[in-house]
């Protein structure tokens, strides 16, 4: 689904990245819509290409620890959350567009949910995803040749890993309660216990006594 949307916006919508992305005066202004659409619009088709790989490689690391809603749910609140932090927290981003920072989202909630069950591939994910947020502050983002020109917004980057890492946290714990409350409920006793023997009506009839025999 993100990535339909993401060729659509891309590819379909005219001038569509003067339109969809993030820019601050035009958020300032009150075109909110952009703190959602600007992880959906690319640059060009090789910038798209690039981030769609990228999504499918960060799912197939951990698409299998939340369900499909539950994804949507912490993609949703990721975009919005990284969109606001960067108009809050980093007056020097004056555009961006992509879906770089949801891929950090995901890896983020995906590792969040593997700590959360004490996986080892966990630590690992976490380990990797900070070396990697600690490259980008220290040498700027990482360019590769067929990416195109388009600048990286690395501060998005950042808030949208913590975002998906929180989100992420509560959701697999939500889904850990729901399953555990799901389990009891089958595994509980039904209340109404099966009938007595001394409750259940009898179809034996008395036999006549001797005296109505005469």
Partial sequence: MVAMAATTATLAVPRALGRLAYLRPAVTNGELYR???AHLVHAQARHLTLDLAALALAFALV???LSARRWSALLGASAVSASLAVHWLSPE???FAGLSALVHAVLGGGAAALLRRRAAGG???VAGLAAKLAL????GPFALAFAGSTGV???AHLYAS???AGFGWWLARRAASQATASAAQVSRPSAAGPTSASSRPSNARTPPSA???L
Avoid: F, N, Y
């Fill in 136 to 139: 980008e502050r220290l040498r």
């Fill in 93 to 95: 981003t004056q555009a």
């Fill in 63 to 65: 698409g299998r620890e």
């Fill in 162 to 164: 913590l975002a998906g």
């Fill in 211 to 213: 005296a109505s025999e």
């Fill in 123 to 125: 630590v690992l994910l």
């Fill in 153 to 155: 917004a690395i501060d």
């Fill in 35 to 37: 703190l959602l659409s």
